[in-house]
């Protein structure tokens, strides 16, 4: 499996193309939601710090360039929001086919999921359905990764 280099990303979903992974407001508060959003290359609330943990089994974190804080997951069920937080949070990157990928929770088989295609739509945790396009994500790196 090969997961992208450590560098920084904006992070977009398939289905969803035109919506990528963005804090909200860039908000530093823990549990502000991460949610989908057209890209606007004005702000870095939209910008991934990419941190491999253990490239071998997928390992990664994922740091916001606005808030400088992590994205999370405020619960490990079905239905629960990805976040922003100050607390390190590791996610399993599986790729599906070359370039596309399904972020996990690290101690679930829940993955992130895009409900829908609607701007500030919060990216929420399911169950892995591997034809289900609104739970893949490509990672676009920034020029000089």
């Known amino acids: 499996m090969t997961i992208p280099v450590p560098g920084t990303y904006v992070i977009y979903n398939i289905q969803y193309s035109t919506l990528d992974v963005d804090l909200h407001w860039a908000n530093v508060s823990d549990g502000?939601?991460?949610?989908?959003?057209?890209?606007?290359?004005?702000?870095?609330?939209?910008?991934?710090?990419?941190?491999?943990?253990?490239?071998?089994?997928?390992?990664?974190?994922?740091?916001?360039?606005?808030?400088?804080?992590?994205?999370?997951?405020?619960?490990?069920?079905?239905?629960?929001?990805?976040?922003?937080?100050?607390?390190?949070?590791?996610?399993?990157?599986?790729?599906?086919?070359?370039?596309?990928?399904?972020?996990?929770?690290?101690?679930?088989?829940?993955?992130?999921e895009l409900p829908d295609g609607n701007n500030f739509t919060e990216i929420i945790l399911s169950p892995p359905i591997s034809f289900y396009d609104n739970q893949a994500w490509q990672f676009i790196p920034l020029d000089g990764n």
């Open 32 to 112: 502000a939601p991460v949610v989908g959003y057209i890209y606007n290359e004005s702000t870095q609330n939209m910008l991934w710090n990419l941190q491999v943990v253990d490239e071998e089994q997928g390992l990664v974190q994922f740091v916001n360039l606005a808030g400088n804080n992590y994205a999370g997951v405020s619960g490990e069920i079905d239905g629960s929001g990805v976040i922003g937080t100050s607390i390190e949070t590791t996610f399993k990157l599986h790729e599906r086919k070359i370039g596309e990928y399904e972020i996990q929770t690290y101690n679930s088989e829940l993955v992130w």
